[in-house]
Structures are given as structure tokens and as C-alpha cells.
């Protein structure tokens, strides 16, 4: 995999960052990888993975200092993002979550929300997005999750699903809408939530295809009090702050979905140079080394879009939503396009649960739904170049 280990060498990172990751990849190898096939049979929360993760400081790498963290690159973010995920898919989104439900919260709160919240997600802490509801998907202007001002508080009602670490959160992005204003748009709102609200409940968790060791679940919120001081900008302003998070969150998936695809790729290979049919290896076939060298670009080229997505955010610019929806969009169908092929070289072998592909194909599916599916990113792409 020279191509690779070159692509991977001329990356240029600053000592520090070199040395976070090293750690971060220590991690990913002896711990977090050997525990991820007993994480998906079993379904338990990886505990013991978040644990090992808040020992190296992996929430405050997006934590301004001020507030506990110890920041670095949005890059280097997403370089660990896509590591965790490579060695567990389940152990990554669990991770990216909490950089999206917190962003926001970083990027928009007033001092005084972050100087009484962020500490917590410092600490290790755990995050959530809430934005789904069962009527309510890629559409967001169809939630019904209501907020009622009531002098100093915020009365939330209604519901959310396929909320991921709904049930762990120790803090919540929760998005509604203003009982105050009509309009369905204008009404969207966010406030951070924090767990131990009278009234909050967690109904069911998913059983899922995969991701199974990271837990998705379905909320209640009856008659919630919420200090207003937890609202986020005013009311009304939550449409916008959504979109705005959600172009850094998508990068962000589309790196969980290139470790997906990056464990794929290594597996695939190394099958296929051990693996003898008709007295040659299957690599050796014309056709396979077709379909490998395609793999192998697009794998390729999608990291080298990711950083330059990366590049965007972190000179300070404002309007990169369309090249965070092609990162999503490419990194997720190369996984589920990765990840498919893997499981095809395997032949029966894939299909069974003694290889890691059977597992990383269920995990795959699901980037091309979460953040967007990948027909909405096509729309938003497309109709781009629609002249006015």
C-alpha cells in the first residue's frame, strides 16, 4: 500500500499533532480494535473505549483552553475520527457525537453557557444531537418539539429518535420550536440539555443493523424545565445555526466514514494476497486488480478532498456547504462501495462473522442516511449549477 503510506507521509503536521495521534493510533490498535468484535454481539455501550479515549484528552481537542480544552487542528480532528472509526465504527460516531452536539454550543453560546457547560465535555463528558423526529427526518422544519418561554424557564415538549448517545448524553443539542412564532422556519430554536431534567426520558434504544455497540435512541421530553439562560442566540435563530453546524458536522461523518472504508481496503487486500483459487492468488487476477486500482483511487482522492474541505474551515470561511456535502456524500459510498467489494473477495468467508467485512458492511449503510442522505446532498450538489 505504498501509495498510501506516501500520501500519509507527505501530510505535514505540527509535533504535537504528530504526537496526539501516534497516542490516538496506539489506542485504535491495542485496544479499541481487539474489543470491537465482543462490542458488536453483545451490543453493550463501549465503556471502557470512551474511558481510554478521555484519558488521552479526545473531547478537549475541540475544547477551546479557556473552557478546559487543549485545541488543535479541525484536520488532526478528523484524522483521529477516521482511526477510532477504522478500528470500531461504533466507537468513532460515539466520539464524532459529541463534536456535533457540542460545536454549536462552542460556536454560537454566550461566554457564560460555555464557561458553565463546556468544562463538563472537557472532562469527558458525553454529547448529543437531537434533531430527528418521527415525522421529521431530512425535512427539519417538520418537528413538533415544542419550546413555551415561561418566565426564566423553557417549557420543552415532545419527542426525538434515532437520537445517537440520546441515552448517555450528558448534554444535549435539542433543537424545537418557539410556541411564540408560527411561521415553521422562523419558529426552529436550539437550547443545550442537560440529562438529569425532571421529565426527560429515554423510551427504547434501536436494535440496529450496525453500529451496534453505539447506542441510538428515542426521547421523550414531558413538560421539561429548562433555564432560559440554556437557550442558544434567540428564538428563531436555530434554522440557521443548524445549517451552519451541520457544514462541520458532515466532514466530520464523512471522516467516520473513510475509517470505515480505510479497514475495508486493508482487509480486502490482505485477503486477496493469502487467498489461492485455480493455483493463483485472487490479486493476481486481471479483473480483481481493476476493481482494486478504482477503489484504491477514489479512497485516495477522497482524503485528499477531506483535507481540503479541512483547509476551508480552518482559514476561517463561511461558505463551504456544498464541499462538506461531496465529502459526505463520496467518503459514505466509497465505504458502503468499499465495503461491499470486501465482503465479494471474501467470498462465502465474507458473509460469516469470523471476518470483520460482514461487520463493517452492516456499519457502512448507515453513512450513507445519518447527516443528510445522500440523495438530498446530490440535490443541494446539483442544483447548484442551476443559473438564476
Given at each position: 500500500m505504498k501509495i498510501f503510506e506516501t500520501q500519509q507521509r507527505l501530510r505535514e503536521w505540527s509535533d504535537d499533532e504528530r504526537l496526539a495521534l501516534d497516542q490516538f493510533q496506539r489506542l485504535a490498535r491495542e485496544l479499541i480494535a481487539p474489543n470491537a468484535q465482543r462490542y458488536d454481539q453483545t451490543g453493550e455501550f463501549p465503556w471502557e473505549n470512551i474511558r481510554a479515549l478521555n484519558e488521552?484528552?479526545?473531547?478537549?481537542?475541540?475544547?477551546?483552553?479557556?473552557?478546559?480544552g487543549a485545541p488543535m487542528s479541525y484536520r488532526l480532528y478528523l484524522e483521529i475520527v477516521k482511526t477510532v472509526s477504522e478500528a470500531c465504527a461504533s466507537t468513532g460516531i460515539i466520539y464524532a457525537t459529541n463534536f456535533h452536539g457540542m460545536k454549536p454550543l462552542i460556536d454560537f453560546g454566550n461566554d457564560e453557557q460555555r464557561a458553565r457547560l463546556l468544562p463538563r465535555i472537557a472532562e469527558g463528558g458525553i454529547g448529543a444531537l437531537a434533531i430527528t423526529e418521527p415525522n421529521?427526518?431530512?425535512?427539519?422544519?417538520?418537528?413538533?418539539t415544542s419550546f413555551t418561554p415561561d418566565g426564566d424557564s423553557i417549557i420543552v415538549q415532545g419527542g426525538k429518535t434515532?437520537?445517537?448517545?440520546g441515552d448517555v448524553a450528558d448534554l444535549i443539542l435539542l433543537f424545537g420550536k418557539w410556541s411564540e412564532i408560527a411561521d415553521s422556519k422562523k419558529s426552529i430554536s436550539v437550547l443545550v440539555f442537560e440529562k438529569d431534567t425532571p421529565g426527560f426520558e429515554v423510551l427504547r434504544l434501536e436494535d440496529k443493523m450496525g453500529h451496534r455497540a453505539a447506542s441510538t435512541a428515542?426521547?421523550?421530553?414531558?413538560?421539561?424545565?429548562?433555564?432560559?439562560?440554556?437557550?442558544?442566540?434567540?428564538?428563531?435563530?436555530?434554522?440557521?445555526?443548524?445549517?451552519?453546524?451541520?457544514?462541520?458536522?458532515?466532514?466530520?461523518?464523512?471522516?467516520?466514514?473513510?475509517?470505515i472504508a480505510r479497514a475495508a481496503f486493508n482487509d480486502m487486500i490482505t485477503y486477496m494476497n493469502e487467498r489461492v483459487q485455480s493455483g493463483r492468488r485472487i490479486v493476481d487476477f486481471q479483473a480483481n486488480q481493476f476493481m482494486v486500482a478504482d477503489l484504491a483511487?477514489?479512497?485516495?482522492?477522497?482524503?485528499?478532498?477531506?483535507?481540503?474541505?479541512?483547509?476551508?474551515?480552518e482559514s476561517g470561511g463561511k461558505d463551504f456547504g456544498l464541499e462538506a456535502s461531496i465529502a459526505k456524500m463520496r467518503a459514505s459510498d466509497l465505504a458502503m462501495r468499499m465495503s461491499t467489494e470486501a465482503v465479494q473477495m471474501h467470498?462465502?468467508?465474507?458473509?460469516?462473522?469470523?471476518y470483520r467485512v460482514e461487520r463493517?458492511?452492516?456499519?457502512?449503510?448507515?453513512?450513507?442516511?445519518?447527516e443528510g442522505t445522500n440523495q438530498v446532498h446530490r440535490q443541494l450538489i446539483g442544483?447548484?449549477?442551476a443559473r438564476k
Open positions: 488521552l484528552g479526545a473531547n478537549t481537542i475541540f475544547v477551546p483552553e479557556v473552557y478546559g421529521a427526518g431530512s425535512d427539519a422544519t417538520g418537528m413538533t434515532f437520537i445517537s448517545n428515542a426521547l421523550a421530553f414531558n413538560a421539561c424545565r429548562v433555564p432560559r439562560a440554556n437557550l442558544i442566540g434567540k428564538p428563531g435563530e436555530g434554522l440557521a445555526l443548524l445549517l451552519a453546524s451541520l457544514n462541520k458536522s458532515r466532514p466530520s461523518v464523512a471522516a467516520h466514514a473513510l475509517g483511487t477514489d479512497l485516495a482522492m477522497t482524503e485528499c478532498w477531506l483535507d481540503y474541505v479541512a483547509s476551508l474551515i467470498g462465502g468467508y465474507g458473509y460469516c462473522k469470523d463493517l458492511m452492516r456499519d457502512a449503510k448507515i453513512t450513507q442516511i445519518w442544483r447548484s449549477f
